[in-house]
């Protein structure tokens, strides 16, 4: 190795070792850096894109690199591993087919730690370090800084891993913010570790001026939320630079957003006002940016924890009010799902959902799979030939990656339902325990072949629409009516519209007794439509701690009981 003695002292190196006709690659964990063993799942990745890391590369749209993966175990610093050509890849399967160019190259290793839980079983899986789960960005994963590469489809190549990403800063509390961090007995019970709960949680002007009042409690469900969003206390920066969102076409939408934030303290702060606590959980688990908010087979009693441990918890803390009538759910996306779900298995606790854009709540409608009725997920069932079925689309129905593709991406960051990522984290929440001790799959994940073994767990469980039609004349509509919201655009980019409305058909027909709530659509409106029929979804995404406030308070004003704190909140 002498002669690259000069490529050696780089931050990272790829080497060109010796000529060989089929592509090797040699991964080494700098013993510089650590000195233990590790598991985990180690990342490679080939970026043609000069402008980032590859590691922020890996998505579903056409616009992703490439990556392959592989389980380590008991991996030394110093000792090789080998990625060739069985090594599985996304979206190129081997090594074998890259095609030639010049490339950024980068690996990552996503580490894991031993978790012994109660139930006995032994379990290799990636803690959450403070930043929610992101694979790419979590304190601890070790890495290399990008080298360019002429990748010619043959030689043996030699990369070693030399940098870890750093703790993250805990955020801080402000007079109108606090993250509050809570012990659960019963996940810590099951994990076999301490387990903590966390809110980020907003507190009402004048709280400290008021030490009598009591407040309701909104209770925002959602990805895992560093801090308290949406809520700035200073105006944005006259000096800020905008920027484009690709997402909404817009530019500066940046400034946009701190205005909105520094919009929504001062409507916080404005006088003869409802005054209430929002709180944000954070969640985090083994498996992704948060739990769903639900007991899970695999993921332990979040449900019950956040229900009868943290809610009661943030309540006592701050005067909350502390009853059914005076605590409300919403939320987008997986925010929509938990807040649905959690006012269905807990409908005694809660007052109302309100369900933007949620997640398949009907499994007849998996995004575009029935699971009971499907045999394959990826493709149509079909003897003669192979259509893939979408997962992503636009407004205009334009399709970017299929259900193969965004499920094969998360197999190479992932074996196990361990990738981080949506449909992993559906399985790992809704699927028994498989025989390995890891969640069942729902479906083979490179075939697409569904279990329908699995889908009828899931059914029972799981599965809202299903629920509903099973208990509602058994009590449970007497106890949901008039609490479910629910709200989807119809052209949702996940095609989650399609459960909506055969949840909405179940809703509307029943008359024993009528929902009496209310199911609305955005027309033409993606993915994270809320219910706003007068704002774009650009400026209506930002304003959910604020938007569903005169609904609630006619729920209130009709549900609170004789005798209930209907004034030391209003001022």
């Known amino acids: 190795m002498k002669p690259f003695a000069f490529w050696t002292v780089a931050l990272a190196a790829l080497i060109l070792v010796s000529c060989s006709q089929k592509p090797v690659i040699e991964i080494t964990l700098s013993p510089e850096i650590i000195d ?83 139930d006995g079983r032994v379990l290799q899986l990636p803690p959450d370090q403070g930043e929610g789960q992101q694979w790419n960005l979590k304190p601890g994963n070790i ?44 996940l810590s019970k ?73 919009q929504q303290y001062l409507d916080w702060t404005k006088p003869n006002q409802p005054r209430y606590l929002v709180m944000e959980i954070q969640h985090p688990t083994p498996y992704y940016d948060d739990s769903y908010a639900v007991n899970s087979a695999n993921q332990g009693p979040y449900g019950d924890a956040i229900t009868y441990e943290l809610i009661p918890h943030i309540e006592k803390m701050f005067r909350g009010i502390g009853a059914e009538w005076s605590r409300y759910l919403y939320g987008g996306s997986t925010g929509g799902w938990e807040a649905l779900a959690a006012l269905i298995k807990y409908p005694d606790q809660y007052g109302a959902c309100f369900a933007a854009c949620p997640d398949p709540i009907d499994f007849q409608a998996y995004t575009l799979v029935n699971l009971y009725q499907d045999k394959n997920a990826y493709f149509l069932d079909s003897p003669f030939k192979k ?29 196990k339902s361990r990738s981080g990522q949506q449909w992993d984290i559906w399985e790992a929440t809704y699927s028994p ?69 055969l949840v909405e058909d179940f809703l509307e027909k029943t008359k024993n007794p009528y929902y009496a709530g209310e199911v609305d659509y955005g027309d033409g409106a993606i993915h994270c439509w809320n219910g706003d029929q007068e704002n774009p979804l650009y400026i209506s995404r930002l304003r959910y701690n604020t938007m569903y406030v005169p609904k609630i308070m006619n729920i209130i004003k009709k549900s609170a009981p004789e005798g209930a704190d209907l004034n030391s909140w209003v001022y």
Request: aromatic share 12%; with cysteine.
């Open 387 to 415: 259509t893939p079925r979408p997962a992503h689309r636009d407004h205009l129905g334009r399709v970017s990656s299929t259900l193969e593709e965004t499920n094969h991406r998360e197999l190479v960051l992932g074996s």
């Open 190 to 262: 099951f994990w076999g570790r301490d387990v903590y709960l966390g809110a980020n949680v907003l507190l009402p002007e004048g709280f400290d001026e008021h030490p009598d009042a009591r407040y309701p409690l909104m209770i925002y469900h959602g990805h895992f939320p560093y801090t308290f969003g949406g809520f700035k206390e200073t105006p944005p920066d006259p000096n800020m630079k905008p920027e484009y969102s690709e997402r909404f076409g817009i530019d500066g939408y940046n400034i946009m957003v701190e205005q909105e934030a520094y």
């Open 433 to 501: 325990v498989g025989p390995d001790g890891y969640p069942a799959r729902i479906w083979d994940k490179v075939t697409g072949e569904i279990d329908p073994e699995v889908a009828a767990y899931w059914k029972e469980n799981f599965d809202l629409g299903h629920i509903l039609r099973r208990d509602w004349e058994n009590g449970l509509g007497k106890q949901l009516a008039g609490k479910i919201h629910i709200y989807c655009g119809d052209m949702d980019n996940y095609y989650l519209n399609n459960a909506v409305y």
């Open 143 to 186: 890495y290399n800084t990008p080298v360019s590469v002429d990748w010619t489809g043959s030689g043996r190549y030699s990369l070693t891993l030399d940098q870890i990403i750093p703790p993250i800063e805990p955020p801080k509390d402000t007079k109108y913010i606090k993250h509050i961090k809570m012990r659960s007995e019963l």
């Open 36 to 118: 233990q063993a590790q598991e985990g799942r180690l990342v490679l990745m080939f970026s043609l894109n000069q402008d980032q890391e590859p590691r922020f590369q890996i998505q579903d749209g056409p616009n992703t690199q490439i990556a392959f993966g592989m389980d380590v175990s008991d991996w030394t610093p110093g000792t090789p591993l080998v990625f060739d050509l069985e090594s599985f890849g996304y979206p190129i399967k081997s090594i074998a087919d890259m095609p030639k160019g010049t490339y950024q190259v980068q690996a990552l290793l996503n580490r894991y730690e031993t978790y012994h839980l109660a």
